[in-house]
C-alpha cells in the first residue's frame, strides 16, 4: 500500500526512514540534518564506518533515537538540466533502497522523502513520478510505503501523479 502524508519523516514510526543523503554520508542540511538531529550522535558515528555512498546506492544504519528502527540513506543526483543522466540515477536510488530494505530481512514498512528535490535541485514534478513509479514496481513487497512530503502543495501534487499513474 502506498500512502501519501505530509510529516516530517524524522516523526514516523514506521521500520525504516530513507535519508537523501551525499557521498561522504556525513551529515548535510535538508532533510539529511533533521534526521541526524533526530538520531543523535549515535548516527553519524556510524554512518562514518562507512567509506560513502556513491550516488544511486544504499546503505543501512540503525535509527536510534529515532521511532523508526533503521535509516536507509541514498543518495539522488544532482540535478544539472536533465541530459546527465539524472533521471536514471534518481531511479536507480529509489531501487537501491529497496533492495537493502528487502535484504535486511524484517522491514515491512518504509518512508521515503522526495529525494533530490531540495538541495540537488531536481524538478519536483518529475521526481515524484520516478518515485512513485518505483514505489508501484514494490508496493506488494511491504506492509507499507509512505511517500512523505514537507509541504501540503508537494503532497497534493503526489497525489495527482498517483492517481494517473493509477487510472487505465
Ligand atoms: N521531512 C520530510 N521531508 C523533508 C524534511 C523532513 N524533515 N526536511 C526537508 N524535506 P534535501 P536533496 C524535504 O535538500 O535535494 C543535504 O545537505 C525537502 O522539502 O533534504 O536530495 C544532503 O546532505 C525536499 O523536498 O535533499 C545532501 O548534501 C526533500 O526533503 C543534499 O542535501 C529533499 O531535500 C541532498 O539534497
Redesign the pocket.
Known amino acids: 500500500m502506498i500512502e501519501i502524508l505530509q ?4 516523526t514516523l514510526a514506521v521500520d525504516a526512514i530513507v535519508n ?3 557521498e ?1 554520508l ?10 541526524h538531529r533526530a538520531a543523535g550522535p549515535e548516527l553519524l558515528a556510524e554512518c562514518r564506518r562507512h567509506p560513502g555512498c556513491p550516488t544511486g546506492t544504499a546503505v543501512l544504519t540503525r535509527g536510534y533515537r529515532l521511532p523508526a528502527r533503521f535509516v536507509i540513506h541514498t ?2 543526483p ?1 540535478w544539472r538540466g536533465g541530459a546527465s543522466g539524472e533521471a536514471e540515477l534518481l531511479a536507480r536510488a529509489y531501487e537501491s533502497v529497496f533492495e537493502v530494505a528487502r535484504a535486511e530481512g524484517t522491514i515491512r514498512s518504509l518512508a521515503f ?10 524538478p ?1 514534478a518529475a521526481a515524484g513520478e520516478i518515485a512513485l513509479r518505483a514505489m508501484r514496481a514494490h508496493a506488494d513487497e511491504f506492509d507499507r510505503i509512505v511517500a ?4 501540503a502543495e ?1 503532497a497534493q501534487a503526489y497525489r495527482d501523479t498517483l492517481g494517473r499513474l493509477s487510472s487505465p
Open positions: 510529516a516530517d519523516i524524522t537523501a543523503a551525499n561522504a556525513r551529515g548535510g542540511g535538508g532533510v539529511d540534518g533533521a534526521i543518495v539522488g544532482i522523502p522526495a529525494i533530490s528535490t531540495g538541495v540537488y535541485g531536481y519536483k512523505c512530503l514537507f509541504d508537494s
